[in-house]
């Protein structure tokens, strides 16, 4: 999304596909261009004034109804209004000015003769446009059936998390898949090019979205139409901008704290056990601008503490961060120079120090690498870590039960001084297990209900380290195979686990195991 230029449009000169694609300004022309014929064919003026740009800014979305078109203007208008500066590829510092007073003539959309789509059930903020495309539920061969479970959260489970995916796919494969039965769900997509937003699966109801039976009960899952490795083809700014008001509206139906432990990235879902680690999904990847969604809702990561104290908050400068990663093309070869929210992990505070081990992913201790999908020596922006070091300009936190180190000088930092509560084993044991669910224990499962194991995964807490808390989980256990609803159960049982930042993906400790201290101490 780009604002609206001030003063008279030029005609610019032809520009080739591959121009357009490599030159900022090609596309700026560009962008100049299709605006200024979209504004012709409406039969408006080539105006000097903003305000009479809105149903061509509208039309420049692509949207095919009048709700979408309407939202995406209205955000280019508040932009404008706001005013805005940015580092472009070259690392230019460019200005918009603040325009307050400009008020659109919003009257003009109708000239676009837009449809409208269907709304009604969908649970939306007025903000953005919303479409109900809903996910079925039916019956399949056997005692099969697709594609989510009926509840009645917040009443039956309490829904502690939302998770950020990309689909991977464009928006038309994904709302053919999302109609298919006998595939997996989500509650929400959020569309690329405009944020226009299609609801599937009622925040009620439990979606199959994340890989993770216990985080699936307790969560919502939003798919944003993209790839990972290709953010700025698809990580839009209306998406993102629709995409936080849709995050903020649900945070404060479904009483959900706006933080990092509360809103995970699919790629911080962790494995159910030692066996699934390594399906793990890893989007919405390092190109994912946490800082940017965060602010967008009002909630910007920002110092509680001194940079020098016992706990830290992941922040680097999202545009002149750029570590190098691999495979985004092809498996080996470099990614194109980008900006990330995601700093790497060193054995030692020196950057020829191999990287942090993931013993989950890679069994045979062989270091973690630099693809863009190795999600084994990575943390990211917002994420929380307790300190276990410092030494010249690195810092070290405790990471997968390892000490991890990265480039944090006080002249151009990564991180940010934080402060809050910290788990660390209780006194006496040498090392805890940690969990990728807070199941039950067995004495809780009635008859009829198939026990399930509390199997820890292969990492260990040991003594001497401690861990950020997040959520406070009880254990809980939905045993829904079965169509109809009421043959569903609920297991509560009487442990009780905190959720951790414990590598790139959280994981779970029993209480009974841990101390909880301040990070102050």
């Known amino acids: 999304m780009r604002p609206v230029a001030r003063g008279r449009a030029r005609s ?30 409406l039969g408006l003026p080539l105006s000097g004034d903003a305000a009479d740009w809105y149903a061509a800014v509208a039309g420049y979305s692509g949207a ?44 003009q ?73 006998a595939y997996v769900s989500w509650n929400y997509t959020v569309r690329s090019g405009d944020g226009h937003i299609a609801q599937h699966v009622p925040t009620k109801d439990v979606a199959w979205h994340a890989g993770n039976w216990y985080v699936n009960a307790k969560s919502v899952g939003i798919e944003h139409e993209g790839f990972l490795a290709q953010p700025d083809a698809w990580y839009t700014e209306e998406m993102y901008r629709t995409s936080a008001r849709l995050v903020e509206y649900l945070a404060d139906k479904l009483d959900i704290p706006l933080d990092r432990q509360h809103i995970l990235g699919h790629d911080n879902v962790p494995g159910t056990v030692p066996s699934t680690i390594r399906g793990m999904h890893t989007d919405p990847g390092p190109y994912w601008d946490w800082a940017h969604y965060f602010d967008l809702m009002g909630r910007p990561f920002e110092a509680a503490a001194s940079p020098f104290s016992g706990m830290v908050t992941i922040a680097p400068e999202y545009e002149d961060h750029q570590p190098a990663y691999t495979g985004c093309v092809k498996p080996g070869v470099k990614c194109s120079p980008h900006g990330s929210g995601a700093v790497r992990l060193h054995t030692a505070p020196r950057e020829d120090a191999p990287l942090i081990q993931d013993i989950g992913l890679r069994p045979d201790g062989s270091p973690s690498t630099i693809d863009v999908n190795d999600t084994g020596a990575r943390a990211s922006t917002g994420q929380q870590f307790a300190v276990a070091d410092r030494q010249g300009g690195w810092t070290a936190i405790w990471y997968l039960g390892q000490k991890a180190w990265f480039r944090n000088p006080w002249w151009d930092p990564v991180a940010m001084g934080a402060h809050g509560r910290l788990v660390t084993p209780r006194e006496g044991l040498a090392e805890i297990p940690v969990y990728g669910r807070a199941f039950p224990e067995k004495e809780a499962y009635p008859a009829g209900v198939p026990v399930q194991a509390v199997t820890p995964l292969p990492y260990k807490l040991p003594a001497g380290q401690a861990y950020v808390v997040g959520a406070t989980s009880p254990s809980e256990y939905l045993w829904a195979a079965t169509f109809e609803q009421s043959g569903h159960r609920i297991v509560r049982g009487e442990d009780v686990y905190y959720e951790i930042q414990f590598g790139h993906r959280v994981a779970f400790v029993k209480a009974t195991d841990v101390e909880i201290r301040s990070s102050r101490w």
Not at 73 to 101: E, H, M, W, Y
Not at 143 to 154: C, E, M, Q, T, V
């Open 12 to 41: 610019p000169r032809a520009s080739s596909p591959k121009e357009l694609r490599a030159s900022t300004a090609a596309n700026v022309q560009g962008g100049a261009a299709l605006l200024a014929a979209e504004q012709k064919r």
């Open 64 to 107: 095919t109804d009048a709700a979408t078109a309407t939202t995406f203007a209205n955000d280019v208008f508040d932009v404008i209004r706001k005013g805005q500066r940015r580092t472009t590829d070259s690392g230019r510092q460019v200005a918009l000015s603040a325009a307050p007073r400009v008020a659109p003539r919003t009257e």
């Open 109 to 181: 959309v109708r000239r676009l003769g837009l449809g409208t789509v269907p709304s009604r059930g969908t649970e939306c903020p007025e903000s953005v446009a919303c479409e109900s495309i809903p996910a079925p539920y039916q019956r399949l061969e056997g005692k099969d059936y697709g594609n989510h479970d009926l509840a009645d959260r917040p009443a039956s489970q309490k829904v502690d998390f939302i998770v950020i995916h990309d689909t991977e796919g464009s928006w038309e494969t994904t709302i053919k898949l999302i109609k298919d039965p």
